[in-house]
């Protein structure tokens, strides 16, 4: 069953004043595409491959109900999607990972296609529930471990 309260963190997400853009901000993005950018300090682990993360883009599709966590990198950008997510409380979000996908710096999709299996959780300041706190994803896959991990700046920039 899939649930969609990621819509209530979305909607949260909004409220933040984060960067956010509806509709396809890229000819190459679904017109039913949503996008939220957080900022700040990070980092991206795939395997033993190390990159540095300034942002970390998060995109819901609505027409395939998909939710994804994406770094970009000078070798193409990195996703963990998933459909099933879940807000245990205000300060949380949750999502579970299914996926993971390697868009090369050149654009072509699938290069590393493959399933996973993990979560991507979001972390909101519980002083100030319009904060974004952090974000840590986790997943196991055909090329190893995959991690995003981000602190946000305060402000969102």
């Not at 706190?133 to 986790?138: A, D, G």
Request: one cysteine or more; aromatic letters at 6%.
């Amino acid at each position: 069953m899939r649930s969609h309260r990621g819509m209530g963190a979305l909607a949260l997400i909004m409220v933040a004043g984060l960067a956010l853009a509806t509709g396809p901000a890229d000819a190459r993005l679904p017109r039913d595409a949503q996008v939220v950018v957080f900022h700040g300090a990070g980092s991206l682990h795939v395997g033993s491959n190390y990159y540095p993360a300034r942002e970390v883009t998060y995109m819901r599709v609505a027409s395939t109900g998909r939710v994804s966590f994406n770094v970009a990198t000078p070798d193409g950008t990195f996703g963990l999607s998933g459909q099933r997510d879940r807000q245990p409380n205000r300060a949380t979000y949750i999502l579970d990972v299914d996926s993971m996908v390697h868009v090369d710096a050149n654009g072509v999709s699938g290069q590393y296609r493959q399933a996973a299996q993990g979560f991507c959780q979001l972390v909101f300041d519980p002083q100030h529930i319009k904060t974004l706190s952090t974000l840590n994803c986790s997943a196991r896959t055909g090329v190893g471990e995959v991690r995003i991990d981000l602190v946000a700046r305060p402000g969102g920039r």
